[in-house]
């Protein structure tokens, strides 16, 4: 399965090494596997495929994990930029692409 | 504290439980459940695609039975009754105004306060005796699982990012294996969303065509009939040419199209698409006019592309706002230009024809 990346060195994620405790909490909610964990220490392996969504340092409990977290959709940019409420922005459902399921979905939120 | 309603279509009878007859539902999927999931991926009328939130029975589950949380889109939910059947379990489901996991935990609906909500309203520490809930792992960005158990005592364990990999989730001693936890984005997903993609630009093309066949009446040379004849039909199928590259082709090709920018992709199939339909109008290229012509459709198609493959970062996969921030700084000036100098051009050529 190919593995899609978008831009490189962009994203805001850092981990503290000095507050990680190691728990793994990341390894977990992370959809990208951007971390990895060798012998306890945990560090980021894999930058460039955050997507920022923010669940790493939402579930540390450490405090250990920073992100400016959004949703990357250009229609929302647009839509903070013209100043409209409701910033309406697509993002694909916890989709499952099962072939008797019905594909995913995505709402327009 | 209501229970949720027993007159929802998927339910099949109720349960006693230590919080009252809690509604059990089917493990499967009628017609009219794939109905709706059709129109809501159309667009019609999904706003009201919802399902009561609450505790619900899947099976014959008992007070030891796991308790699976999502969200009250219906979709989520009808997913996660049908990969779960055969076995016992508790749903509890959030209220997320009917949107997906993965777009309400985005938006904190999902999220730490709603789910200690509705444990507490479910009154699901008396209908189960272990201290457990499984939720979906693209609830991540919502909850906080440390918060959780401060709040109501249960501990939140990340179940796989796909519903369909619960049961193996389960058989595996509730253990994800690395490929459960990574979130793809293949061709079926990509398959799914061009409808999303393509519907809400219907409008756009159709206000763009309608101001293009106009001006080719008016600024023309000949009369205005036949001065549409001449030259604003051709704008159909050019503009078409870029809703389709922009829409349809952009996701479906999407890992195969050249650049990691989203508009980079556009703008490479939009040029492809421009090529073939300014090539395949015979003779096209005869006079200054029709080259000129031909020129502005070299502008014109990969600049709506581009914008429209822009617009495909929100509904994939893995795009950060950071990155996208970063494409928009130089893609939407180079659509808006292009688009203009496409605009231009293809005035200039009605005047020179
Ligand atoms: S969740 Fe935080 S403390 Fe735990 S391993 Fe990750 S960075 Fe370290
Ligand atoms: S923000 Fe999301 S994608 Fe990025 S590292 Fe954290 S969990 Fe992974």
């Not at chain 2, 109720?14 to 709706?36: E, F, K, Y």
């Not at chain 2, 799914?192 to 023309?220: C, H, N, Q």
């Not at chain 2, 922009?246 to 090709?253: E, F, I, K, R």
Request: include cysteine.
């Amino acid at each position: 399965m190919e593995r899609l990346i978008y831009l490189k060195d962009v994203v805001s994620l850092d981990l503290d090494a000095e507050k990680c405790v190691g728990c793994g909490m990341c390894l977990l909610v992370c959809p990208h596997e951007v971390f990895y964990k060798n012998n306890g220490s945990v560090g980021i392996q894999n930058r460039d495929a955050c997507m920022e969504c923010g669940a790493c340092a939402k579930n540390c409990a450490a405090e250990a994990i920073s992100v400016n977290s959004g949703v990357g959709c250009a229609a929302a940019v647009i839509n903070a930029a013209l100043g409209r409420q409701n910033a309406s922005c697509c993002c694909i459902d916890d989709s499952q692409d099962s072939p008797s399921a019905q594909p995913g979905g995505s709402t327009c939120c | 504290m209501s229970l949720p309603s027993l007159e929802q279509p998927f339910v099949v009878g109720s349960i006693p439980s230590g919080a009252g007859n809690l509604p059990r539902v089917s493990d499967s999927m009628t017609w009219a459940d794939r109905l709706g999931a059709y129109k809501a991926r159309w667009g019609i009328g999904r706003m009201h695609y919802t399902v009561d939130p609450g505790l619900y029975a899947l099976g014959e589950p008992d007070a030891e039975a796991p308790v699976l949380v999502t969200a009250n889109y219906k979709m989520s939910f009808d997913l996660l009754r049908v990969a779960f059947s055969g076995r016992d379990a508790w749903i509890l489901v959030l209220d997320t105004a009917g949107i997906n996991v993965w777009c309400a935990a985005g938006k904190g609906t999902f999220g730490t306060e709603e789910l200690a909500r509705r444990v507490e309203s479910s009154e699901l520490a008396k209908v189960v005796t272990h201290r457990k809930l499984i939720l979906p792992q693209l609830a991540g960005p919502g909850v906080e699982a440390h918060r959780v158990k401060k709040l109501t005592g249960f501990e939140v364990i990340y179940g796989p990012i796909r519903a369909l990999d619960l049961p193996a989730f389960q058989d595996n001693g509730w253990k994800a294996t690395p490929k459960m936890r990574l979130k793809a984005f293949p061709v079926r997903e990509r398959l799914a969303l061009i409808p999303m993609e393509l519907v809400p630009a219907l409008k756009g093309t159709a206000v763009v065509l309608f101001v293009l066949v106009l001006l080719s009446g008016l600024l023309g040379p000949g009369g205005f009939w036949k001065n549409i004849l001449d030259h604003g039909l051709f704008t159909i199928p050019a503009i078409l040419a870029a809703l389709l590259t922009g829409t349809v082709l952009t996701p479906l090709l999407l890992p195969w199209l050249p650049g990691r920018a989203f508009s980079t992709k556009g703008l490479v199939i939009g040029l492809i698409g421009a090529a073939i339909i300014v090539i395949s109008r015979e003779g096209s290229l005869a006079s200054w006019a029709g080259r000129l012509e031909g020129l502005a459709w070299f502008f014109l198609i990969p600049a709506i592309t581009a914008y429209l493959a822009m617009n495909f970062t929100g509904s994939s996969t893995y795009t950060s706002l950071s990155g996208v921030r970063k494409e928009m700084r130089w893609a939407v000036p180079v659509e808006i230009g292009a688009g203009l100098a496409g605009l231009g051009l293809w005035v200039s050529s009605l005047f020179l024809a």
